[in-house]
């Protein structure tokens, strides 16, 4: 058997969304309206029932682990997806490139969202220096504003607060230890130290120099959140006794797959931006299967980044997108010996522009499927669909109807 995961990051949305309609009801979608038809239905909670999932909360969930027992922060996820070297004992941030004043006030979380001299950026950055012997400092740029920041030594702790207020017109908070130890007042003092050093660093750097000029946002300071030590987390095959690969774009997606043991697939010319040939993904995904890969993780980012931006447009032009994804799929898997679910892992509505507690919806499709008895694929329909209302674990199920898991007792 072959198996494929798609999720559609924010899929999910509201009435408010567009004209009395979600995204996904008003999108054409004719594609996706077969799979449902041909599969069988039901809503996803990607963490559980009330739960506001985190990106990373979300997708561990969805692969059949609880975040309460295995999410130790973003930071980490950050990290891997841009290939640094992790070790247990670091202590790993997502860093945002951010615009402040001379009272570090914030003007701008992420410099305009920067799409320029990141290696300009994380050359400079070089140069930060521990405050304390022992403690080595490791900086890499990932794509626009996005970076990641790992310590490494003895006696750290991930227990911080952020310094990324996730807000404007107020001044940048310093890192705080969450438990009191002193391990992390000792990592909260370094990390401060660090975020006044990059103001420094950046200040002045030409490209900075260049976008002023330009009236566009200096990138002249990095704020870090997302605080993770390393995972003590069971790889896919550990698990489930199957290996398989990620095809998307995005650190941290990319990281939550290498984290649990998934090979990373890059696809010709895809980003993590809506404009994204997300076509490219699925091509690249079949020619894994064929190659002889058992499972297959695609990741599509647009339709979140469309919802932050309360674009609706933007984003029933991505789920068009998406659809045309899975009219590939359909076209060009073996249905007698593949399964593919299709879901998302949060509801991002277009009027509150970030994730909610709505469930998502989710078809599976398969020889070994019993279907229900859906037309259309959208969030009203799901909630007659014959799998119901559960939470979480749908690599899982998937694998179940894939025939991979052990048998629980005699």
């Known amino acids: 058997m072959k198996a494929v995961l798609a999720i559609c990051d924010g899929l999910g949305g509201r009435p408010t969304d567009h004209d009395g309609q979600t995204c996904l009801q008003a999108a054409d979608t004719p594609n996706l309206d077969e799979l449902a038809e041909r599969g069988v239905s039901g809503l996803l909670d990607p963490v559980g029932p009330g739960v506001r999932p985190g990106s990373d909360t979300s997708h561990l969930s969805i692969f059949g682990y609880d975040p309460n027992e295995f999410y130790t922060g973003r930071g980490v996820f950050?990290?891997?997806?841009?290939?640094?070297?992790?070790?247990?004992?670091?202590?790993?941030?997502?860093?945002?490139?951010?615009?402040?004043?001379?009272?570090?006030?914030i003007q701008d979380r992420r410099a305009g969202r920067i799409g320029e001299g990141q290696d300009?950026?994380?050359?400079?950055?070089?140069e930060l220096e521990s405050p304390e012997d022992g403690v080595e400092v490791?900086?890499?740029?990932?794509?626009?504003?996005r970076g990641a920041l790992v310590l490494k030594g003895d006696d750290l702790s991930g227990r911080l607060s952020d310094v990324d207020p996730h807000e404007t017109g107020v001044k940048a908070p310093e890192a705080e230890a969450m438990d009191g130890s002193e391990s992390a007042n000792r990592t909260a003092d370094i990390v401060n130290n660090l975020v006044r050093q990059s103001h420094s660093i950046m200040e002045d750097l030409s490209l900075n120099e260049r976008r002023r000029e330009e009236g566009k946002p200096p990138a002249n300071i990095i704020l870090p959140r997302g605080a993770a030590t390393y995972p003590n987390i069971p790889s896919i095959e550990e698990r489930y006794g199957i290996d398989g690969v990620m095809v998307g774009a995005g650190a941290l997606y990319i990281g939550v797959a290498r984290a649990?043991?998934?090979?990373?697939r890059k696809a010709k010319g895809v980003t993590g931006g809506a404009d994204s040939p997300i076509i490219n993904k699925a091509k690249k995904a079949v020619e894994e299967l064929e190659n002889g890969e058992d499972f297959v993780f695609v990741h599509m980012k647009g339709a979140d980044s469309c919802a932050h931006d309360h674009d609706d447009e933007c984003k029933i032009r991505y789920l068009e997108k998406v659809d045309d994804v899975i009219g590939y799929f359909l076209e060009n898997l073996d249905w007698d010996e593949?399964?593919?679910a299709l879901t998302g892992d949060h509801t991002t509505p277009i009027a509150y522009g970030d994730h909610t507690s709505d469930p998502v919806p989710l078809t599976i499709n398969g020889p070994n499927i019993i279907g229900d008895d859906l037309e259309e694929y959208s969030?009203?329909?799901a909630?007659?669909?014959?799998?119901?209302?559960?939470?979480g674990d749908v690599v899982p199920v998937l694998f179940g109807f894939s025939n991979w898991l052990e048998k629980f007792g005699e």
């Open 78 to 105: 950050e990290a891997f997806g841009i290939g640094m070297d992790v070790e247990r004992g670091d202590v790993c941030f997502r860093t945002n490139f951010a615009t402040v004043d001379d009272d570090l006030v």
């Open 120 to 126: 300009e950026l994380e050359e400079a950055l070089q």
């Open 338 to 340: 593949s399964h593919l």
């Open 260 to 264: 649990l043991g998934l090979e990373f």
């Open 379 to 381: 969030e009203k329909a």
């Open 138 to 145: 490791d900086f890499k740029a990932s794509t626009e504003h």
């Open 383 to 391: 909630q007659k669909g014959g799998m119901g209302r559960f939470s």
